[in-house]
């Protein structure tokens, strides 16, 4: 299947396939914490903004809860973020790796 691009009003959105969606939804599970880089044309959206992932809809738009109540998606390829690590996870991990704080 290749990628379309459906046009409204002059503005374009890329239709991906349901593979990336797949994917984007492994990567972004619900509860995974995101911090937005960039969002244009968001005023309300200031780099730094920290949310919760709800869900990946079928168009592969990251749905998030922000911090500052806003409920906009992400749109990956246009909007920049990162995922923020989780520092529970990281004491996990290090925990069943043998690494981290030492042992008193």
Known sequence: MVPQAS???GECMKIISREKVEMLRKMYP???KVCLDA???EN???SGLKGKVIHVD???QI???WENGSG???IPGADRFHKVS???KKKEKNRNTGKGEPSR
Do not use: I
């Open 39 to 41: 969002m244009e044309g």
């Open 72 to 74: 906009l998606s992400l």
């Open 7 to 9: 046009c409204r009003k």
């Open 58 to 60: 079928d168009a592969g």
């Open 30 to 32: 619900a509860g995974t």
């Open 63 to 65: 749905v998030v809860n």
């Open 86 to 88: 989780d520092p529970q």
């Open 44 to 46: 309300q959206m200031e």
